[in-house]
């Protein structure tokens, strides 16, 4: 398949599907999968697993191929990473899972970790995730009692929106990909975003 559809792009494959071509599905479900997987691996944190939200994001990727509008929506890709970036969340939310999993279990926002600057200081990982700085597993030091008490904090103090903010946040998403998948506007997503880092540096001191 790949010799018969590699010189098309998606948006005329989506034309010929629509036509009555068989196979494209297919195809286009299999060149996809990679973004599927690696979407998987970011949603990971969020205490979902991984091969059942492989298999969200297939159905996501489905549904875009099905819905996808080329005078309605932008790049089939966008469209595509935005189909399986909301079929995988709506289906951590749906698990009943604890609210912030991903903070009692992966990372302390009191630790102290190396900045990354020259100098080779250190800096409260709160700032650390204010400037979307990665960390590797070993950075990422627990502190139970601590984040315990800032989770009772944040229960308390964050709007049910602020709280998917920062659940997609902690994903690695932008505020722009973050608005798209809860479908507010950007600047909605923005202003959430920055609420929370405040509430968060505030808890902190």
């Known amino acids: ?40 691996k970011s949603m990971y944190i969020l205490g979902a697993d991984n091969d059942d939200l492989i298999q969200e994001g297939m159905i996501g990727l489905f549904k875009a191929v099905r819905d996808y509008d080329s005078g309605r929506d932008a790049s089939f890709f966008t469209f595509a990473d935005l189909c399986i970036s909301r079929q995988m969340y709506t289906a951590v939310q749906a698990s009943g899972r604890q609210k912030h999993a991903p903070l009692n279990s992966y990372i302390s926002l009191y630790s ?73 506007d950007e600047k909605s997503a923005d202003n959430a975003l920055q609420r929370v880092k405040g509430k968060l540096k505030r808890f902190i001191r």
């Open 112 to 184: 102290h970790v190396a900045s990354g600057n020259e100098q080779g200081e250190e800096a409260e990982l709160v700032n650390v995730l204010a400037s979307k700085a990665e960390l590797s597993p070993e950075e990422m030091m627990i502190d139970r009692e601590n984040v315990e008490n800032l989770e009772k904090a944040m229960e308390k103090e964050l709007s049910t929106f602020e709280k998917q903010v920062l659940d997609l946040y902690l994903t690695g998403m932008s505020y722009v990909q973050i608005a798209k998948v809860l479908g507010k």
């Open 1 to 40: 398949m790949q010799d018969k559809y590699g010189q098309c792009s998606d948006e005329e494959l989506i034309l010929r599907l629509r036509d009555g071509e068989e196979n494209i599905t297919d195809y286009i479900m299999d060149k996809y999968k990679n973004l599927v997987k690696s979407k998987a």
